[in-house]
């Protein structure tokens, strides 16, 4: 992305200024995925029972408050199914992190609309970038009303939400990042006025890294959706073999990388090792490469790394039944290996094609002395 401005539309120090405030909003919301995890490995999504956008900033503030909302959750699905004698302390527990992954969702929203507003007013932000930041702000707002759409999937017949819907919020949650983060680069790292020649070959090996990265989070929504990652707690073999030998057990045959427990988990372990694979092969092709941008050959090094330490994230993750704390920072990895592969897109499509191309093999000629 190039953000352009007409002459003196905006000082230098209001691009950086707008570009750290996206990068500081990216780190609100990864944390947001990080709470997010942890409600959902606690089954905390379902304990507040009432959207209440504006009055739901508070916290129950006496004991009659919490009753009433202790007693909605009783008429729950999860309640009845799950948790039938539940004490109001051990609601308490679970709303604590419903409500944490709510109030964060409105402070992200905050601290997005009053700096926009205020660059708006100062008339800093450049021509062509407002579109963006709107389109933001009202992804922002959808994700919101995903969010509680998604948690009303699991009050009633059910004891948790719908992986489908999970995946949707989760989704548009690395949409969002995604977007803030190649945005705040367009401000922070202008593209290149000289490039390798053939610079641009490794535009398209790049976006494929980026697919096969969001296709594996995806991948790992429908696991957690349908806690596909408390079965089959061995690696590498999965049920005794290489291959899940009962993917087809569905009908008809496509639902069963949906809603088979076994096959979903299955399909996330071989979406992993595609990605490992593909992020050290496309590593070891541009290395060496003299058409490959040096910011290139710098995000594929960081995405190859980080794709192998998620890997086995994964794995302690998987060995360990699930312990919280691997999982959420299984959670965190996915989104700084996503964040990775986003910059790795931004490097190579700066590389423009209209930009003076060099040769790397040349030697720098030495300065003068007189």
Same mark, same amino acid.
């Given at each position: 992305? +190039?953000?352009?401005?007409?002459?003196?539309?905006?000082?230098?120090?209001? !691009?950086?200024?707008?570009? @750290?405030?996206?990068?500081?909003?990216?780190?609100?919301?990864?944390?947001?995925?990080?709470?997010?995890?942890?409600?959902?490995?606690?089954? !905390?999504?379902? !304990?507040?029972?009432?959207? =209440?956008?504006?009055?739901?900033?508070?916290?129950?503030?006496?004991?009659?408050?919490?009753?009433?909302?202790?007693?909605?959750?009783?008429?729950?699905?999860?309640?009845?199914?799950?948790?039938?004698?539940?004490? *109001?302390?051990?609601?308490?527990?679970?709303?604590?992190?419903?409500?944490?992954?709510?109030?964060?969702?409105?402070?992200?929203? *905050?601290?997005? =609309?009053?700096?926009?507003?205020?660059?708006?007013?100062?008339?800093?932000?450049?021509?062509?970038?407002?579109?963006?930041?709107?389109?933001?702000?009202?992804?922002?707002?959808?994700?919101?009303?995903?969010?509680?759409?998604?948690?009303? !999937?699991?009050?009633?017949?059910?004891?948790?939400?719908?992986?489908?819907?999970?995946?949707?919020?989760?989704?548009?949650?690395?949409?969002?990042?995604?977007? &803030?983060?190649?945005? #705040? @680069?367009?401000?922070?790292?202008?593209?290149?006025?000289?490039?390798? /020649?053939?610079?641009?070959?490794?535009?398209?090996?790049? +976006?494929?890294?980026?697919?096969?990265?969001?296709?594996?989070?995806? $991948?790992?929504? @429908?696991?957690?959706?349908?806690? #596909?990652?408390?079965?089959?707690?061995?690696?590498?073999?999965?049920?005794?073999?290489? @291959?899940?030998?009962?993917?087809?057990?569905?009908?008809?045959?496509?639902?069963? $990388?949906?809603?088979?427990?076994?096959?979903?988990?299955?399909?996330?372990?071989?979406?992993?090792?595609?990605?490992?694979?593909?992020?050290?092969?496309?590593?070891?092709?541009?290395?060496?490469?003299?058409?490959?941008?040096?910011?290139?050959?710098? /995000?594929?090094?960081?995405?190859?790394?980080? $794709?192998?330490? +998620?890997?086995? &994230?994964?794995?302690?993750?998987?060995?360990?039944?699930?312990?919280?704390?691997?999982?959420?920072?299984?959670?965190?990895?996915?989104?700084?290996?996503?964040?990775?592969?986003?910059? *790795?897109?931004?490097? =190579?499509? $700066?590389?423009?094609?209209?930009?003076?191309?060099?040769?790397?093999?040349?030697?720098?000629?030495?300065?003068?002395?007189?």
């Amino acid at each position: 992305m +190039q953000i352009t401005s007409a002459p003196n539309a905006f000082r230098r120090n209001d !691009s950086r200024a707008i570009g @750290l405030w996206l990068i500081a909003i990216a780190a609100m919301v990864v944390a947001m995925m990080l709470i997010g995890a942890i409600t959902r490995l606690t089954e !905390s999504g379902l !304990s507040i029972v009432e959207w =209440a956008p504006l009055v739901g900033t508070l916290p129950p503030l006496h004991e009659g408050e919490w009753q009433r909302l202790f007693d909605m959750y009783r008429q729950t699905s999860q309640y009845q199914i799950a948790n039938a004698g539940m004490s *109001l302390d051990a609601f308490k527990t679970i709303f604590f992190w419903e409500y944490v992954h709510r109030l964060w969702g409105r402070l992200i929203g *905050l601290a997005f =609309a009053i700096p926009f507003l205020v660059f708006l007013i100062r008339r800093g932000v450049p021509k062509g970038l407002w579109l963006h930041l709107a389109i933001l702000f009202l992804l922002g707002g959808l994700q919101g009303a995903i969010g509680w759409w998604m948690v009303v !999937s699991g009050f009633v017949d059910r004891t948790d939400v719908s992986q489908y819907r999970l995946a949707t919020h989760l989704g548009t949650a690395f949409l969002i990042f995604g977007y &803030l983060l190649y945005v #705040a @680069l367009g401000l922070l790292k202008p593209r290149p006025t000289t490039v390798p /020649a053939g610079a641009v070959g490794w535009r398209l090996p790049c +976006q494929a890294m980026l697919v096969i990265v969001s296709i594996t989070v995806l $991948a790992g929504a @429908l696991v957690a959706g349908l806690d #596909a990652g408390f079965t089959y707690n061995t690696w590498p073999l999965m049920d005794g073999d290489v @291959l899940y030998r009962h993917w087809f057990l569905q009908s008809p045959w496509w639902i069963n $990388a949906f809603e088979n427990v076994g096959a979903v988990q299955f399909d996330h372990r071989m979406l992993a090792y595609a990605t490992v694979l593909g992020a050290i092969t496309l590593w070891w092709a541009v290395r060496n490469a003299k058409t490959a941008p040096a910011g290139v050959k710098s /995000a594929a090094r960081a995405v190859a790394v980080t $794709a192998v330490l +998620q890997m086995a &994230l994964g794995i302690a993750t998987l060995l360990t039944g699930v312990n919280i704390v691997l999982a959420t920072l299984h959670q965190g990895g996915a989104a700084c290996l996503f964040g990775l592969a986003v910059w *790795l897109v931004y490097e =190579a499509r $700066a590389a423009r094609p209209d930009a003076v191309p060099v040769d790397q093999t040349a030697r720098p000629m030495a300065a003068s002395t007189e």
